[in-house]
């Protein structure tokens, strides 16, 4: 189905000098899940450095997803994450970091029914009862005061027939530093932190120096009108997750940290997909970004079967698994799902810009 002038273009990508080395960070690949099956498919991959004309050609002409392996270096790789020997333990957030904890951004919590600890879907509150008080035992600062109060409120959120709370706020950049300090020191799974995320976080609200570690790629700016639409930032304390969901615009999604499986639909095959699904639960037909509906309870599990169960052979899935420094570029109007690979509670970093 790639076969054509783009399928030639991949041909002498493959064949250019200038691979780029493996970087020692990345997560070791015996550590990743297999999620193919004999129904998805492997987008288009290239390991060369694709320059703005051969990506013209490769992906934006032909309007198809292309897996853009070591295509960037983006400063935040290095400034944001402490990455080093990372196969005897996971990243963690930089020093770098700390200067702008107070910076509020936008955060997703899914805070799960079960007040053991045994976790089920969702960070368990016993769970963030014990993160609200190991704040009290670090060192006293204004910021750990409001952190306590914050993660009191948000464990007072009334639940609805028992099911896990998807809960949306804005926060400083430091709950999700703290929590992944906090989690350094658990030694069971289920008593960290984890789907904590910091989702949709426009790159442009930062302040300059942390915005500067995140430059605009060449692709972004001059493959097409050079209309940039939006950024953002998302970080993680896994599991992370978007359910299926399409976008007006076409998307450059850059890796920084952690692994991501991103399953793909044609525009056509996602929306027969999503319809199914909404009628299914008698709603309305809306394709809207991330709403809260998609997020938790029948619409989020409807979904998720539908691309990440057991998918129906004529729907015609492609996958891509993008780890540190790779891109994944996402056509417009191709939906798609995204999921973090790997242990709970572990670190995950991305960034993406949607341009035209």
Known sequence: ?????????????????????????????????????????????????VDVESFRLLAWDPAIPVHLQGFHRLPAMENWISARDLEKRPASFASKLEAFSDTIVSYELIVSSSHGDTKSSGCSPICLRKFEAWLGRTPVSEQNRSL???????????????????????????????????????????????????????????????ADDLPV?????QVGKG???????????????????RDPNPN???????????????????????????????????????????????????????????????????????????ALFIPQGWWHSIRSVGYDAELNASANWWFR
């Not at 209309?227 to 969901?245: A, C, E, M, R, V």
């Open 148 to 210: 306590q109060t914050l993660i009191s409120q948000l464990l007072k959120t009334p639940t609805e027939n028992g099911q896990s709370r998807f809960l949306q706020f804005d926060a400083p950049l430091g709950l999700i530093m703290q929590a992944s300090r906090y989690n350094r020191g658990q030694r069971k799974s289920s008593q960290r932190i984890s789907q904590l995320y910091i989702a949709q976080s426009e790159i442009r609200s930062l302040p300059s120096d942390l």
């Open 217 to 221: 790629p060449d692709i972004v700016s």
């Open 227 to 245: 209309d940039i639409y939006g950024s953002s930032i998302w970080l993680g304390l896994q599991p992370t997750y978007t359910p299926l969901h």
């Open 252 to 326: 450059l999604f850059c890796q920084l940290a952690g692994w991501k499986a991103v399953r793909l639909l044609r525009p056509e095959v996602g929306q027969s997909v999503f319809e199914q699904v909404r009628r299914s639960l008698g709603t309305a037909v809306n394709s809207r970004f991330r709403g809260p509906e998609m997020m938790h309870g029948p619409e989020r599990d409807r979904l998720h079967r539908a691309i990440w169960g057991e998918p129906d052979g004529l729907r015609d899935i492609w996958q891509a698994t993008v780890s540190p420094g790779d």
């Open 1 to 49: 189905m790639y076969r054509g002038a783009a399928y030639n273009v991949f041909q002498r990508l493959r064949t250019r000098a200038g691979y780029l080395q493996v970087r020692r960070y990345v997560t070791p690949v015996s550590n990743v899940p297999d999620y193919h099956t004999d129904r998805v498919r492997p987008v288009l991959a290239t390991h060369a450095v």
